[in-house]
């Protein structure tokens, strides 16, 4: 122990030396310099030199890594105060590194939850020490070529290139902020421009603790890449995010997480968005081109959604994408007992050049089992020829798929439409397990032109009521014109519309006609 004193004594008398000189100048010195983990890197230093004036003292110089002369360093460390109480100096540090290999320098810290075992970087840093503590930092940072390793068997990640600027504030004991402006990320795929943002940390480990984040603009493409992995979300969110593959820009997020392991619950968030999408889920459609505002509080979400041109994207339920070019309402969010979601459709309006629509609609998600449905709205078309696109068609035989694409030549309908219950499994349209749902649709056909058949003659300016229970469908003809004969009557049934089950149409009814026209449909 006398010996360990010896040689604090000396340290001690070593450093009152240095910092009583005028000044002093060194250069070419070579340093081999280890870390804890026992890393050794060998550093030369150009130049350097320490100026001394009463309690103020200017260490400044250049020096590079002696395996790589391209990693420069130029630092400039102004401290004031007795050294022999460190706790009451203050110091600015400035400093300017060029060409530096990442993975020297911060290899053993992550981005996005990723490795960086390749990339280059430059930068400038200024930061501030008073009262024996870091107390503010700002980085202006460039880098390229950066792979980022993943650390759990992912897939890696590439950055082309990087800038921006942050800077970080000490606001007292577990209480710090962190921002940064101009980002810019750069990926082989996609460039992202986050133009502001910032994160604000208050207390740990107490009941008060929370993390408050601000950020003015983010293309949602970046979720998965600059999210995912952070601690920024709560664990719950981020597999759901990961599979929805959200795209679209998001202006004015606001987000306020309680505690240090936040859950979906403890969230607090407002955001505006736009062009919104996300794939389809099960066999819930996705979304394209939604705009509007978010309002998250206690595991609720509200969405006000306001958009021009948006789209119900492919899944199992539509046989192509329904393109709306107005859509207004209210989507609701909630948090289910058993830790599933309910997903509310209020006073949704939408319209396309073909359809306008008005439905009110529930979703229920649970953790586990089907998905569910309620919903009501009313449908009108002003082209019956493409009403098959507008129906839920994963459970419909294929050759009553092929006959609905040519039965109906022009007309319009207006319908209401009630459909209620599990969206398992080979269950919609319900004929088979009733107890499990029910779709109904009715409504009235006007100035149709109709065909049974290619080969048949078309059934001219009809007027008919519609009647679908299941897949049970039934057409009740008031009026309307075939051949030179006029319909006084008619009943078209289908039993049975399901894959597969036989597809056959049931006619009856009277016609006024003659003899000769008769000959001719018979004929035809």
Known sequence: SDKNINQSLDVNELLGWLL????????????????????????????????????????????YLRKRESDI??????????????????????????????????????IFDKQISEGVGAGKLWAWWESG????????????????????????DKLNFSYGNLG???????????GGDHLLFSFPDHTSNVSQFQLHKLGKHTDHSKTELWINYLDLQDISRLFIGSAFLPKPVRPLLKDLSMTGTVRNIKAVLEGDDPSIDSVRATAHFDNLGFKPLGRMPGLKGFSGRLNWENGRGDLH???????????????????????Q??????????????IRAKQMRGNNHNVNTYLNAS????????????????????????????????????????????????????????????????????????????????????????????DWPVFKNVMSEVDVLGSHIKLKVDSGKVLNSTITSLTADIPKIQKGEAISLQLSGEIDTSGEDLLRYVKE
């Open 133 to 156: 503590r870091l107390t503010r930092a700002q980085l202006l940072f460039q880098v390229q070529n950066v792979l980022l390793k993943s650390k759990d068997g992912g897939a890696d």
């Open 20 to 63: 009583t000189q005028p000044t002093l100048i060194f250069d070419n010195i070579n340093v081999d310099w280890s870390n804890v983990d026992g890393e050794t890197f060998p550093v030369s230093i150009t130049s350097i030199g320490l100026h001394n004036s009463g309690n103020n003292h200017v260490l400044s110089g250049k020096l």
């Open 305 to 327: 959604i306001l958009s021009t041109n948006a789209e119900l994207t492919d899944n199992a339920l539509f046989l192509r994408p329904i393109h709306l070019t107005y859509l």
């Open 363 to 454: 979703f229920d998600i649970p953790k586990e089992g089907s998905p569910g449905i309620n919903l009501l709205a009313s449908v009108n078309l002003n082209n019956l020829k493409d009403v098959i696109y507008y129906l839920p068609t994963e459970n419909f035989s294929a050759t009553f798929i092929d006959w609905m694409k040519q039965a109906f030549v022009v007309g319009k309908g207006e319908t209401t439409v009630i459909w209620r219950g599990a969206l398992g499994d080979h269950l919609f349209p319900y004929d088979a397990h009733p107890s499990d749902g029910t779709f109904a649709l009715k409504g009235s056909l006007n100035d149709v032109d109709f065909q049974i058949n290619h």
């Open 73 to 110: 360093v130029e630092f400039n460390l102004d401290v004031t105060g007795n050294w022999r109480e460190a706790e009451k100096m203050r110091a600015a540090l400035y400093a300017h590194v060029s060409n530096i290999e990442l993975p020297d320098w911060v290899g053993e810290y992550n």
């Open 168 to 178: 970080w504030e000490f606001r007292g004991k577990h209480n710090w902020s962190l």
């Open 329 to 342: 309402g209210d989507i609701n969010v909630e948090k289910l007992p058993d830790e599933g979601y309910r």
